[in-house]
């Protein structure tokens, strides 16, 4: 059965018979798709087809002979060469170097690390049309050869799992950087369900990898926003479900993020926020934000106010300007774990969200009350219907988003879906974060730190010789509360997927 998730097309891999007299119809958002026959050179097969949501059809005619995904085309980053592989939708995914790497949280209540990506001569977010005002995102892979890593003589690993699949991560650079960050939440294997031994044969994931692999690296990343080009998805770009025409509104956003959620919902916030006053004077349509921070431990949270990086992010500057916005932000803690002075509420459940968010009846709810959730699919999966028992007008956006158990859209829904495939991104609405960034001149990285993410290490596993990076940048040993674990397999963390 073909896998769901995107399928690397190494060239190595790639073949076309041109005898079925067959071609593909939708599937492909970015290279001439949609909803008519795909005469490019991304859908060369029926299984490429069908790993991107096409169909595979006598309507359309024969690719070209010569096909190939990964040839260089015009379309290709100035200095990156052809892409590598072909993710989902038809997005093409190009060899990014990593710049700098820091762990601001390692320790074993949660290892939170940033990593900065190298982006070609005036390339960035904005030339690339990825909005995290709304809600855009990155797709990141591993390069090939890190499918078959095994680690140091320090702590080993069984490979990668999932090696030839891309994640979705949330960018937090701001837009008109030479750069692309991420803040990610490591997640490694879970010894006991995975039968296996922590720092001996485990498999790591697409987050273990970003926290160990070293500066001057390089993993896989996309240009495009993951947007799909069918109907049956459950990913494409947000469209405003609010408007900031004076007179609409006043809006009141209740956001809910788990953890690692401030990569999105900061940039969010921060775009809601903006620009205080409505095109007539009146003030902005949107009231008030109530975010709802949910994290295990204190420490998950702390390590964001103790920034002594001079860190550009958004997720950091947001928290260390919150103040400016006044009672329009009302910020909140929900610690699951332990309790804390600063933490109001224990873990989130029906009550709590009641509570913390001043709800009083379950009926006739105020239309211009927008929820939205950010956290794991489990999470999500179980935080919309306690919002659903406060009498909110949200319902899943599709039969796909029913089953999978989220997105929710709706009168109480911050979002609602653009169209599938190229049509839902021309002429696409921005956000505010977006367009006042679009005025501004491009900025060089300049203050992120730039050193490997743990010192004194080897670029040599047992049995195996150097790993293929630049010979003068190690590969990173495990973080300390890895190191810990290999004496002790109670750890609970699964591999992120």
Same mark, same amino acid.
């Given at each position: ?8 097309? @190494? ?5 076309? $018979?041109?005898?079925?007299a067959?071609? =593909?119809?939708?599937g492909?958002?970015?290279?001439g ?11 060369c097969?029926?299984? /490429? ?10 309507? =359309? ?24 592989s072909?993710?989902? @939708? ?9 710049i ?17 990506l ?13 909005d995290?005002? @709304? ?5 990141l892979?591993?390069?090939a ?10 702590? /080993?690993f069984d ?10 991560? %949330? ?24 039968d ?5 044969? =485990? ?8 926290c160990?692999?070293?500066?001057g ?15 049956? $998805?459950?990913?494409y ?14 809006? &009141?956003?209740? @956001? ?12 969010? %916030? ?11 004077g ?38 260390r300007?919150g ?6 932000l ?7 774990r ?24 379950? &009926? ?49 829904a ?16 921005? $956000?505010?974060?977006? %367009? ?14 730039t ?26 040993s ?11 397999k109670?750890?609970?963390r699964?591999?992120?997927?």
């Open positions: 059965m073909l896998s769901n998730s995107i399928r690397l097309l @190494f060239i190595t891999s790639l073949f076309v $018979s041109g005898s079925d067959l071609g =593909c119809r939708g492909d958002t970015f290279n798709g949609g909803d008519g026959c795909n005469l490019n050179s991304v859908t097969d029926e299984e /490429s087809c069908l790993d991107m949501g096409g169909v595979w059809t006598d309507e =359309c005619p024969d690719p070209d002979p010569d096909c190939d995904p990964l040839a260089p085309s015009d379309v290709d980053p100035s200095c990156t060469g052809q892409p590598e072909i993710d989902r @939708f038809g997005k093409k995914m190009y060899r990014r170097k990593i700098s790497s820091e762990k601001p949280q390692d320790s074993d209540e949660g290892v939170f690390c940033h990593v900065t190298e982006l070609c001569d005036g390339e960035t977010s904005l030339t690339q049309g990825i995290s005002g @709304f809600g855009d995102y990155y797709r892979g591993a390069t050869e890190w499918c078959d890593y095994k680690g140091t003589a320090e702590y /080993s490979g990668m799992y999932k090696c030839t699949g891309a994640r979705s991560y %949330s960018h937090i650079n701001p837009l008109n950087e030479n750069t692309v960050q991420f803040i990610i939440k490591e997640e490694t294997s879970d010894a006991d369900d995975n296996c031994t922590a720092g001996i044969d =485990c498999k790591f994931g697409m987050s273990e990898l970003m160990f692999a070293p500066v690296s390089e993993i896989l990343v996309s240009a495009n926003p993951d947007h799909a080009g069918v109907d049956d $998805s459950t990913h770009v947000y469209q405003p479900n609010f408007s900031r025409e004076p007179g609409s509104g006043p809006y &009141t956003f209740n @956001f809910i993020g788990q953890g690692v959620a401030l990569t999105e919902l900061n940039p969010g %916030s921060l775009n809601a926020l903006l620009e205080p006053f409505a095109s007539d009146s003030f902005s349509t949107i009231k008030e934000i109530n975010y709802l921070w949910a994290n295990s431990y204190w420490s998950n949270a702390e390590w964001i106010f103790e920034d002594d990086t001079n860190s550009t992010d958004l997720a950091r500057a947001f928290i300007e103040l400016k916005y006044g009672i329009r009302n910020l909140m803690h929900s610690i699951s332990e309790q804390r002075p600063e933490a109001e509420w224990p873990r989130t459940n029906v009550d709590v969200i009641g509570e913390a968010f001043k709800l009083t009846n379950t &009926t006739e709810q105020d239309p211009n009350i927008k929820w939205f959730v950010v956290g794991s699919s489990g999470y999500k999966k179980s935080l919309y219907p306690q919002i659903l028992e406060w009498g909110f007008d949200l319902t899943p956006c599709s039969p796909a988003a029913a089953r999978k158990g989220y997105p929710y859209c709706g009168t109480n911050l979002y609602e879906w653009e169209l599938p495939g190229a049509v839902g991104l021309e002429n696409r609405g921005r $956000s505010v974060l977006y %367009s006042t960034t679009a005025d501004e001149p491009t900025k060089a990285p300049t203050n992120a730190p050193v490997a993410p743990t010192p004194g290490l080897t670029t040599e596993g047992p049995g195996q010789g150097p790993i293929d990076v630049p010979t003068d940048v190690p590969t990173s495990p973080t300390k509360s890895r190191k810990r674990s290999k004496r002790n109670a750890s609970k699964k591999v992120s997927n």
